[in-house]
C-alpha cells in the first residue's frame, strides 16, 4: 500500500519527527512504501510550503486566533484568508496523492492541536472528496494547551468542534496514551487506539568504541566519576532541580560509595560525582540561572556540553561531534524528574541503555507505563511550587530515600544488573518496534472489516 504520512514538519528531533521515522521504518518493513508530506523543504517526498511549521503566517494564524485578532479588520477577513489557504494546499494535496497513488493517510497532529486551520481544513476535504482511509496520529491536543485554551473568534470554536478530530467513519483515531484515550471519549464521544511512543530495542546496544572513548576526557571526567545524566532538553517542566537535589545528597554521602562499585570500578576521595547535561535549552524563562542556583546550594557540579552534540556522530572540519546515544554510554544513572510528558522518550531510552534510573511519577507514566512492571527509584507523584517561584520541589524525605536507593545500586552489581535486564525485557516485550507493528497491523486490517 502506498502511505501519506505527513505533518507540519519532518526530518528534526522534536518527538512527533522522531515517532514519524518510527512508523516509517516499521510501515517500510511491513512491505508498503511510504511518502512524508510536510512543509519541510529538501525532506521527505512531498513538500507543500504552505504546511510550514516555521513559516511567519504559521504564528501569525496561532496569534491571531488564540491571542488578539490584530493583523485583520474583522473575524471574517480572518476566516476568509484561512479558507484561501485551505483551497491552495487542498489542490496541492489532491495532486501529490494522486500522482503517488496514496491510499492511506497519516496525518499526525493535523486533526488535534489547534493550530494552522487550512491545512487541517484541506485535509479534511481531500479525505472527504477522495474517500481515503486514514489514521490520525494525535500526540497532543489542544485542550492539554493553555496558550490554546481562549479563541478569539466565534469560527475559531466552531473549527475545533468541526475538525479537531473530524467525525468521519473512514478516520481511525490514535493516542499516544490512556489519558487522551479518556479525554477524547470524554469531549468528542470518539473512541481511539492508544499506540504508546516506541524503540528500537533490535539495535546493537551502545557500547564504548573507537568514537566515544574520548569523551569522558573531552568532558573532564575520570574513568572512576560517577555520572548522572539529564539527557532530556532544557526546560521548566522537566523540573531538573530534583534530579540536581538527588545528586547533591548522593553527594553528601559520597563516603557510602568508597571502594568497588557496581561496574568494577573504585571509587576513591578523590573521585568526582557529576551532572551531565546534553540536552538543548528551550526555556524562555531564568530556568538555567535558577538550575545554576539550586546545582550551587547543592554543591554540584554540571556538565553543560550541548555544543558538543549532534542528532548523529559526526567528525569533519567543524570538530567532532558526538551523539545522545554517546552520552548514555558514559553515564551510571538517568535522572527523569519530568512532572509533565506526553510519553517519555528518555524514559525508553534509558531502559536500551540499561543503566537505572531516577523517576518522578508523571501522570502519563502512572497510567500507561508503571502498569507494565518496571523497576525505577521513584521520586512520588506529588509535588507543590517552591516559595516565590513557578519551578517545583517535592518532599525533602523524598529526595533522601532516592539517594539512599541510588548509593545502594551503584554499590550493587547483582542488583543493578537484575533490574536493567528487567526492565530491557519489559520494554522490548511492550514497548519496541514489534509491537508497533503488531499495532499496526491491526489498524490497517480493520479497515477490510
Known amino acids: 500500500m502506498n502511505i501519506g504520512l505527513a505533518h507540519y514538519r519532518v526530518g528534526e528531533t522534536d518527538g512527533v519527527s522522531l515517532e514519524m521515522e518510527k512508523w516509517r521504518r516499521v510501515l517500510e518493513d511491513m512491505g508498503h512504501r511510504v511518502f512524508f508530506i510536510s512543509g519541510t523543504p529538501d525532506y521527505g517526498e512531498i513538500y507543500i510550503p504552505e504546511m510550514s511549521f516555521h513559516s511567519e503566517r504559521f504564528k501569525k494564524i496561532e496569534n491571531n486566533a488564540y491571542r488578539k485578532l490584530k493583523d485583520y479588520k474583522s473575524e471574517e477577513e480572518f476566516k476568509e484568508d484561512i479558507l484561501k489557504e485551505a483551497k491552495l494546499i487542498e489542490e496541492k494535496l489532491i495532486k501529490a496523492v494522486k500522482e503517488n497513488n496514496i491510499e492511506l493517510l497519516i496525518p499526525n497532529n493535523i486533526f488535534s492541536l489547534g493550530v494552522a486551520f487550512s491545512v487541517t481544513i484541506a485535509f479534511a476535504r481531500v479525505?472527504?472528496?477522495?474517500?481515503?482511509?486514514?489514521?490520525?496520529?494525535?500526540?497532543?491536543?489542544?485542550?492539554?494547551?493553555?496558550?490554546?485554551?481562549?479563541?478569539?473568534?466565534?469560527?475559531?470554536?466552531?473549527?475545533?468542534?468541526?475538525?479537531?478530530?473530524?467525525?468521519?467513519?473512514?478516520?481511525?483515531?490514535?493516542?499516544?496514551?490512556?489519558?487522551?484515550?479518556?479525554?477524547?471519549?470524554?469531549?468528542?464521544?470518539?473512541?481511539?487506539?492508544?499506540?504508546?511512543?516506541?524503540?528500537?530495542?533490535?539495535?546493537?546496544?551502545?557500547?564504548?568504541?573507537?568514537?566515544?572513548?574520548?569523551?569522558?576526557?573531552?568532558?573532564?571526567?575520570?574513568?572512576?566519576?560517577?555520572?548522572?545524566?539529564?539527557?532530556?532538553?532544557?526546560?521548566?517542566?522537566?523540573?531538573?532541580?530534583?534530579?540536581?537535589?538527588?545528586?547533591?545528597?548522593?553527594?553528601?554521602?559520597?563516603?557510602?560509595?568508597?571502594?568497588?562499585?557496581?561496574?568494577?570500578?573504585?571509587?576513591?576521595?578523590?573521585?568526582?560525582?557529576?551532572?551531565?547535561?546534553?540536552?538543548?535549552?528551550?526555556?524562555?524563562?531564568?530556568?538555567?540561572?535558577?538550575?545554576?542556583?539550586?546545582?550551587?546550594?547543592?554543591?554540584?557540579?554540571?556538565?553543560?556540553?550541548?555544543?558538543?552534540?549532534?542528532?548523529?556522530?559526526?567528525?569533519?572540519?567543524?570538530?567532532?561531534?558526538?551523539?545522545?546515544?554517546?552520552?548514555?554510554?558514559?553515564?551510571?544513572?538517568?535522572?527523569?524528574?519530568?512532572?509533565?510528558?506526553?510519553?517519555?522518550?528518555?524514559?525508553?531510552?534509558?531502559?536500551?541503555?540499561k543503566k537505572n534510573m531516577i523517576v518522578f511519577e508523571y501522570p502519563v507514566y502512572l497510567t500507561d507505563i508503571k502498569p507494565l512492571g518496571f523497576e525505577v527509584i521513584s521520586l512520588g507523584t506529588q509535588y507543590t511550587k517552591r516559595k516565590g517561584t513557578s519551578y517545583v520541589e517535592i518532599p525533602r524525605e523524598k529526595i533522601v530515600e532516592a539517594a539512599k536507593e541510588t548509593i545502594k545500586l551503584l554499590k550493587d552489581s547483582t542488583e543493578y544488573s537484575r533490574r536493567v535486564e528487567k526492565n530491557f525485557a519489559i520494554g522490548q516485550q511492550y514497548l519496541s518496534y514489534r509491537s508497533l507493528r503488531k499495532k499496526l497491523k491491526e489498524i490497517i486490517s480493520s479497515f477490510e472489516s
Open 127 to 353: 479525505i472527504r472528496k477522495l474517500g481515503l482511509k486514514v489514521i490520525a496520529h494525535n500526540h497532543d491536543f489542544y485542550w492539554e494547551r493553555q496558550a490554546l485554551s481562549k479563541p478569539t473568534c466565534k469560527f475559531i470554536k466552531e473549527y475545533l468542534d468541526e475538525y479537531y478530530p473530524p467525525k468521519d467513519e473512514n478516520i481511525k483515531q490514535v493516542v499516544i496514551n490512556k489519558i487522551a484515550k479518556e479525554e477524547l471519549l470524554k469531549r468528542k464521544g470518539l473512541d481511539s487506539t492508544v499506540v504508546p511512543n516506541v524503540f528500537d530495542f533490535d539495535q546493537p546496544l551502545w557500547k564504548p568504541d573507537e568514537f566515544n572513548k574520548d569523551l569522558r576526557e573531552k568532558l573532564g571526567i575520570s574513568s572512576n566519576d560517577i555520572v548522572f545524566l539529564q539527557a532530556t532538553r532544557v526546560t521548566d517542566r522537566k523540573a531538573i532541580e530534583l534530579a540536581i537535589e538527588v545528586v547533591g545528597e548522593v553527594n553528601r554521602r559520597r563516603q557510602e560509595l568508597y571502594g568497588t562499585l557496581y561496574d568494577g570500578r573504585e571509587f576513591t576521595p578523590n573521585g568526582k560525582i557529576l551532572m551531565l547535561m546534553p540536552g538543548l535549552i528551550e526555556t524562555a524563562t531564568n530556568y538555567v540561572d535558577f538550575l545554576r542556583k539550586v546545582a550551587d546550594k547543592e554543591k554540584v557540579e554540571i556538565i553543560w556540553c550541548n555544543e558538543i552534540m549532534e542528532a548523529e556522530r559526526q567528525n569533519n572540519a567543524a570538530g567532532k561531534k558526538y551523539s545522545l546515544w554517546d552520552m548514555y554510554v558514559v553515564a551510571d544513572m538517568i535522572t527523569y524528574p519530568s512532572i509533565l510528558e506526553g510519553w517519555g522518550n528518555q524514559f525508553l531510552e534509558g531502559l536500551f541503555a
